[in-house]
Every structure is written in C-alpha cells, then in structure tokens.
C-alpha cells in the first residue's frame, strides 16, 4: 500500500533560520513526488515535481531533492511569509494518476 | 484564467439534507480531481474523472457520495444524505493532460453537518 510520512508534524523557525522538512515514501514504483505549498483558508499550491532519485528543484529559498526512500524540502534563510502547510505527495505507477498525499509540515517562521 | 472555482465557500446543513458541491475547472484541463481534507484524514482522493469521464472513484466513501462531470466546465459531488462526520473541506482540482501531478486546487468548500 501507497504510503507518505512527513515529518515534523509543526516546525517553528527564526527568520533566517535554514532547515529541511522530510517526506518518506513507500510505493511500487514511482511515477513522480509532489510538494505542495497550503495557507490556512486556501487550496494547496503547486511547487515541484520530482521524478528520479538524484534529481533536485529549486524556488527562491526552496530546495526540493529526492532520493529512491525519501525527499527532503530545505528552507534557506526563511522568512515569515514562508510560513504555511507544506504537504508531499506520490503517484505509484500502477495507481492510475491519483496522489497520496502526507499529512504535511506546519511550519512557522517568526520575525 | 480565474483558477478554479469552487461553490459554496462554506455550507451548513442538517444530517440527513442532501448537499450538492460544485466546481468549475480551469479552461482547458482535461482532469478534474475531488478531495476531501480532515484533521484526521488529511487530504484524501475522491474520485476523478478525465475528458469527463469518471476514472477512479474508489476514494468514494460510502453510495450517499456521487459525482457527475456533464460538461467540460463543471463538476458536482453530492453527498445524500448527508451525516456530521461528513463535515470537512471538499477541495476541487483540475489539471491539464500530461502534468496530472500538478493540480490547481479551488479554494475549497467547508462542509459543517449537524
């Protein structure tokens, strides 16, 4: 069974304090790993996809990276607008398109 | 594009009401995705469907949960009847072929079941 674990569940920060958020993974095989950006009130927003162990994604503070067990978001010197639910998700290959979604990382980054 | 857009913002109902939920999806995707998100449960699949066609609805919970995609520009989950620990957030999605990982969520609607 498709599985994501995330971890921490709540992460608080200093600005410009670095840190990486973990997203581990157990599926059949991987047709791709999502993460995905969730503001209280709102729909989650799309940040990367990863497809292949080794392959690495970046967006202003972000990096994303995957490896054949886990993916690792790394926040460089965050700021307080950087603040909301990030949430990993996987699509198996023999799971038509549908993504199984973790449970997510609260973080929050005081000024 | 306006994204997508979901109808109503939030909803309350009493048990055993039927409640209707609709979607309109970006113009020009071609996958329409229906989620459900809880403290509990987190954000959980649905069904969806492709060119309007259901796909994969085996995240449907129980038979008062149905879906219907009559045209390419809109999409409804109804819930008859409904039940409080259906209350959640039901968020709609869409996504164009070939990036169907990357999904453009609505703003969801709040369900409250009493």
């Known amino acids: ?111 | 594009d306006a994204g997508v857009i979901q109808s109503p913002r939030h909803e309350v109902t009493e048990m055993g009401q039927e409640v209707t939920l609709r979607c309109k999806p970006i113009s020009g995707h071609d996958y329409l995705f229906w989620y459900r998100q809880t403290m509990m449960r987190g954000l959980e699949l649905l069904i969806y469907f492709n060119n309007n066609v259901p796909i994969d609805d085996s995240g449907m919970p129980e038979d008062r949960f149905s879906a219907k995609m009559p045209n390419a520009s809109f999409s409804t989950l109804k819930i008859q009847p409904s039940e409080p620990r259906d209350s959640a957030v039901y968020f709609c999605a869409s996504s164009p072929q070939g990036y169907e990982g990357k999904a453009f969520f609505g703003q969801g609607t709040r369900l409250t079941v009493v």
């Open chain 1, 1 to 111: 069974e498709d599985q994501v674990t995330q971890s921490p569940e709540a992460l608080r920060l200093q600005e410009g304090e670095s840190s990486s958020l973990n997203c581990s993974y157990t599926v059949s095989g991987l047709r791709g790993l999502f993460w995905y950006r969730q503001d209280p009130g709102k729909g989650p927003e799309f940040l990367f996809t990863l497809y292949s162990a080794g392959e690495e994604k970046e967006k202003e503070r972000l990096k994303a990276t995957l490896t054949k067990k886990e993916s690792f978001l790394h926040i460089t010197a965050p700021k307080p607008e950087d603040s909301a639910t990030y949430l990993c998700a996987v699509q198996d290959l023999d799971s038509s398109y549908k993504l199984i979604f973790g449970s997510g990382t609260r973080l929050l980054v005081r000024p």
